[in-house]
Structures are given as structure tokens and as C-alpha cells.
């Protein structure tokens, strides 16, 4: 965890404090619309078809159970009794009151929650690996430089405006969990042959209506110079991006424009005037922020308790844990991932109820701590193995131990239509009904890892493109029309997907997707090659056809 | 359905509304003849042409501290008088999610 110091929780209450007034006097009619937009905006506050929602940041997806509590508290006080978490590793409430929402942010800033910078044309939420500090392997815990970043932007002047909103991520792992090369700027710490750390820095993906994959920009930056080399790309984006389209106004637009090596040349260009100045980051300010982060006192624990031992007896909880439990960086524990996505249910919902109960099972077995992940998903990143079948069952029992991690089931989907304003067809309802067919575990598995990415519209917040199956929901002569592209992919491979045909109406979503897996599991090589292994290895054509010879 | 965000132009092919939300609380709300708003799309005033919706729209916007993000959106009115959102996204927005809210546990 990070803990926040008395700037942190000052520039917090200040805000909430200066909210409150400008949500005083927008509801006396001294600010207009148009005025209070901007200021709703930087505050995370949208509004939506049925009502104003309400976005919260959870920066690089780390959440203290306080937090969690307080943010059940919001749910269950100023909304409707849950939440959604995001592809951003952010939280959101879809039904919160305008005169409230002061009153949210007071109660959230007491746990050092806030919603700056969660929507406008600034630098949103830094996101990282949900796995970030445990996860074996890693170049070291990525949440240092992500806060780093973070507190560099937070309200920085030259980057409170943009030509359109800006997006970094980043990952310190060679299995990238965290989506970097489908964001604006995306950072992988390395080491160079020195030994030294930093950061091979890629810039220009993105998805929306233009798709683009992020180019590597420089293959090493160092640790020191990070801060610099951003300012830099985001100088230069101020200052070429564009701000007459908002379609074209993404710097993947500029990068693509200008090409990535004109686009380079301007950075380092930029970078060495500003390179040498005061954002070079001392030693003792990197150390600072790490000093901040606190770490569990591990205990010597036994690779295989004979807790774990007994339990694997239980298929079921065999089940779950093949799925959901990841290995640690420390012997005698894990990893688990908490399913969002039962069977039937909205991707990324959770109650109030379960929140206040993972928190509490957060603080009996993952030292207080618990992990949001772009994939709409929970995790506990402390777990003792000693600990796990008592935790399944807690967990079972909260509805939350669905075994279907990185599943077909495991389905990423955006509000869509039933929430949003943007939205031009409805994605939850497709993803609801998805897992109802492939509910059978047994199938589920048959068919292995497999995303499926559901967006509502061409602004892509259910990261369509980059699903393994994608289905993008458009709306043609007033009726909700999918495209189902397959091949795309989010990871350190990432790709985006192709059309495999014409739209498909909403009754035949779910028909046309059992179609596209029945033609995997007959076009694969083998159980063991993935869907997205089959289909870079045969391409769009032979699932084309089996989908749509009887169409 | 076409978002009304990307609305460039006031045409209407047949009888409409204008709604909006709420300010103070977001919810969903419809133009009264009356020069208010009402969350009762029974209540809302219904315009048959172009130069009417503007005249409306215009009326609403005006009201900005009633609520907030106004629009021209299309309804079906029976033989009978009743009045039923003209699209998906406006059922959805009367009716509200047609998903079931997370059950409590």
C-alpha cells in the first residue's frame, strides 16, 4: 500500500471543498452548463442516459480495505447499492445525485479516494499490472514509478488542457497484464546491460474509431530521466495535437501523422532542453515514494500446506484454483483473482455487500490490500496457499468465486446502451447472455483461454479491438447491428482484431460466437493451441466461412 | 441508435419531444407545454415539425438551470393518445437498464 502525505491529503480536501462550491452555484443558476462542464468533468462527474455517473479513481489499481469500504459506503449511500469497475482500473456509479456528490467526494477524500483527473483533456488515471510487487519475475514493482507519474500530473497546468484526453500505463513484467501498447504512452521497466533501470517508452496506441498499436518511441530511457522524456511527448502533442476534430485530436493521430521517426525527432529535440533541468528525479525523491509503499512481513511459509494438500481433493475448489490463483513472488503464497463476471451477471458489477465482505476477507488473508485489473476483475495480492480453500469458500459464498478467470466467460464489456449516452447498442445484455452458453465449466475449459471484448460503440471502452473475439454494437436504420472481428489481442503480442463479415443483429450475437468457437475447436491443432494461436495461424478466412455458409 | 450528441441538424420525421436530465439530480425529465419539466413523458409536449422542435429546444436550453443537456427526441403516440418513446435508447432511458440491477447479496 501508499501512503499519502500531508500534500496528498491536503490537495484532496482542497478539492472537495472547492467542488462543493461550484456545485453550489451551478444549482443556483450562477454557473451555466457550459461553465460547470469543465469543472464536473475534472471531477469524474459524467452525465449519462438515466443520470449523472460518477468516476473514481483507484490509482494503478491498488485499494487499502478502508477504501473499499468507503467506496461501498458511496454505493450504498449516494447510489444504488453497487459499483462498476472499468477497463481503467477505476470505479464508477451510475446513479448519483448532482446536489450528493460533494458529500461522496468528503466522505471519499476521508480514505484519500478522489476523481480528479478521471474524465477531460488531461492526464487520466495512472494504471499499472494488477499484479505489480508479487507477480515473480518482475523488474521491481512498478506502482513506484506509476506514483511517480502521478503526482508529477496531477493538476499540472500545461497538462490540464490537452488537445484530448491522455492515457500512460505501465508494466515491469514481459507478460504485459497491464494493456500498455493500446495506450497513449506505454512505459515496460527494464534494465539495461549497466544494470540500470528504466523504461522502453512506447506512444501512439490507442483504440476508438482509429485503432492504432503503439510504436516504440526509445528503447531505453532512464529512471531518472522519465519525467523529462514524458514532458517532452506531451509537450510536443500540446503542441502539434489537434484541437479543431476531436476525432483526430488523440496523439496516436499525431504519431500517425507525423510517422513515429518525425514524431521521435521532435521529442528529442524537446528532451534535450528540459533533460538536465529540475525534472531529472534524484535518488532520494525515487527512494521516498518507495519508502511509501508499504510491504507485507511474509511469513516462511511451506510451498504446498497441507491445507492446500487436502483441499485439491475438492474438484470444485480444484476448479477455482486452477483458474483463479496465480503464482507469488514468495514462496507460500498466491496470487487470486476474484471473478467479476458470475454467470448471467453485468461484467465488473459488484454490490455494496460483497465489497464490505472482501474487504474484510482482504484484511484476514491479503494483508489489507486488494488489486483492481483492467480486465474488470479483483485480485488479492497476498494470500497465503495455507489460506486458500478457507477463502474459496468465503468467497463462494459472496458469489464471487466463479472459475472462469481469463475464460470465455471472462468477458470485458462497457456500460453500453442500458448506461450510456455515447452508446449506439447495448453490450451487457450480449455478455450476459454469452456466459449463459458457455456457463458449463467443463466446456469452458475444453475451449481454454479465450477474451471476448464487447463495446456499445466506436469509442471502444469494452477494448473491442483487442479482444480475441470482439463485438462492436453500431446502430443501423435504428436498429442494434454487431461486428465481430477475431485475432485481436492486448498483451505484450498486442494486435487488433479483423471483421470476419457482415453485422449481426442482437438476437444473433450469441449464435454467431458459438459458431466462431465451434470452428475453433474444429480448426485447432491441438487442445493446447489457443484460440488466438489458431487464428493467427490460419487467419479470418476459414472461420468466415463456417459462420457465415449458413448465413 | 444514433446518439442525439451527434444530432447536427433539427428535422423530424414525425411526433417528438424534448428531454433532458434533471440538473440537480441527473434524472430523466421531458418539456412541458407548460414551459417545465416533467419525469411523466405523458406530461411532455409534443411537437409535429421542424420549426416547433426549435422553438422547443430552444425554450428548454434556455432553462438551464431546470436541466441540463436538452434534445429533440422522437416519440409514437397511439390511437389512443398514449405517448411511447419512438427508439430503444428513450425506452431504455423511460424504463430504465434492461439488465437487472446486481442482485444483493
Known sequence: ?551 | MTSPLEQKKIKIAGPSVVTANRTWDGIVVYRTAAKSWSADLSEAAIVRNSDDAKALLAESVADDVGAIGPYIAPVQVGVDGKVEPGNLREQIRRTGVTIGQPAQV
Open chain 1, 1 to 551: 500500500m501508499y501512503a499519502y502525505d500531508e500534500i496528498d491529503r491536503t490537495l484532496v480536501n482542497e478539492r472537495v471543498s472547492e467542488f462543493r462550491d461550484q456545485v453550489k452555484r451551478r444549482l443556483s443558476g450562477e454557473l451555466t452548463e457550459d461553465e460547470f462542464k469543465i469543472l464536473r468533468l475534472q471531477n469524474g462527474v459524467y452525465l449519462q442516459l438515466h443520470a449523472y455517473m460518477f468516476r473514481v479513481a483507484i490509482p494503478y489499481g491498488t485499494l487499502a480495505t478502508n477504501q473499499l469500504r468507503a467506496l461501498a459506503h458511496v454505493a450504498r449511500k449516494y447510489d444504488r447499492g453497487y459499483g462498476h469497475f472499468t477497463t481503467r482500473q477505476n470505479i464508477q456509479f451510475n446513479w448519483i445525485k448532482l446536489a450528493e456528490l460533494p458529500d461522496a467526494l468528503a466522505d471519499l477524500a476521508k480514505v484519500g479516494i478522489h476523481a480528479m483527473q478521471t474524465s477531460g483533456n488531461n492526464m487520466r488515471n495512472v494504471t499499472s499490472d494488477q499484479w505489480a510487487g508479487v507477480a515473480p519475475g518482475e523488474i521491481e514493482d512498478p506502482r513506484i514509478w506509476s506514483e511517480l507519474i502521478r503526482q508529477h500530473t496531477t493538476l499540472h497546468p500545461e497538462f490540464s488542457f490537452l488537445p484530448r484526453k491522455f492515457k500512460i500505463a505501465i508494466t515491469a513484467s514481459d507478460h504485459d497484464r497491464a494493456a500498455i501498447k493500446i495506450h497513449d504512452i506505454g512505459l515496460k521497466l527494464i534494465k539495461n546491460e549497466k544494470g540500470e533501470t528504466g523504461f522502453e517508452v512506447l506512444v501512439g496506441g490507442g483504440l476508438g474509431r482509429t485503432p492504432f498499436i503503439a510504436k516504440t518511441i526509445k528503447h531505453f530511457v532512464h529512471g531518472r530521466d522519465i519525467l523529462s522524456y514524458i514532458e517532452a511527448i506531451l509537450r510536443v502533442y500540446n503542441q502539434y495535437g489537434r484541437r479543431d476534430n476531436i476525432y483526430k485530436a488523440r496523439i496516436k493521430i499525431l504519431v500517425h501523422e507525423l510517422g513515429i521517426e518525425k514524431f521521435s525527432r521532435e521529442v528529442e529535440e524537446e528532451w534535450q532542453h528540459i533533460r538536465n533541468s529540475s525534472l531529472q528525479i534524484d535518488d532520494e525523491v525515487i527512494e521516498d515514494i518507495r519508502s511509501r509503499f508499504t510491504y507485507p512481513a511474509y511469513e516462511k511459509l511451506p510451498h504446498m500446506p497441507d491445507e492446500l494438500r487436502q483441499a485439491a481433493a475438492d474438484p470444485e475448489f480444484e476448479a477455482w484454483r486452477k483458474n483463479s490463483v496465480a503464482p507469488h513472488k514468495v514462496q507460500g503464497y498466491s496470487i487470486v483473482t476474484i471473478s467479476l463476471k458470475p454467470i448471467g451477471k453485468p461484467p465488473g458489477d459488484a454490490t455494496a455487500e460483497q465489497m464490505d465482505a472482501l474487504a474484510d476477507l482482504a484484511d484476514k488473508y491479503s494483508f489489507g490490500e486488494i488489486r483492481v485489473g483492467h480486465e474488470q476483475n479483483l485480485a488479492l495480492p497476498h494470500v497465503a496457499k495455507r489460506d486458500l480453500p478457507a477463502l474459496w469458500k468465503a468467497l463462494d459464498k459472496l458469489g464471487l468465486a466463479t472459475p472462469n478467470v481469463n475464460l470465455i466467460t471472462d468477458i470485458i464489456a462497457c456500460p453500453g446502451l442500458d448506461y450510456c449516452s455515447l452508446a449506439n447498442a447495448r453490450s451487457i445484455p450480449i455478455a450476459q447472455e454469452l456466459t449463459r452458453r458457455f456457463a458449463n465449466h467443463e466446456l469452458a475449459n475444453l475451449i481454454g483461454r479465450l477474451h471476448i471484448n464487447i463495446s456499445g460503440c466506436i469509442n471502444a471502452c469494452g477494448h473491442h479491438h483487442v479482444g480475441h473475439i470482439g463485438i462492436l454494437g453500431v446502430e443501423k436504420n435504428g436498429e442494434e447491428v454487431y461486428q465481430i472481428t477475431i485475432g485481436g489481442r492486448a498483451d505484450e503480442g498486442a494486435a487488433l482484431g479483423n471483421l470476419i463479415g457482415p453485422g449481426v443483429k442482437f438476437d444473433e450475437v450469441a449464435d454467431v460466437i458459438e459458431d466462431v468457437v465451434e470452428a475453433y475447436l474444429a480448426l485447432r491443432e491441438r487442445p493446447e493451441e489457443l484460440f488466438i494461436d489458431t487464428v493467427k495461424r490460419l487467419g479470418v478466412e476459414p472461420f468466415k466461412e463456417r459462420v457465415y455458409a449458413t448465413r
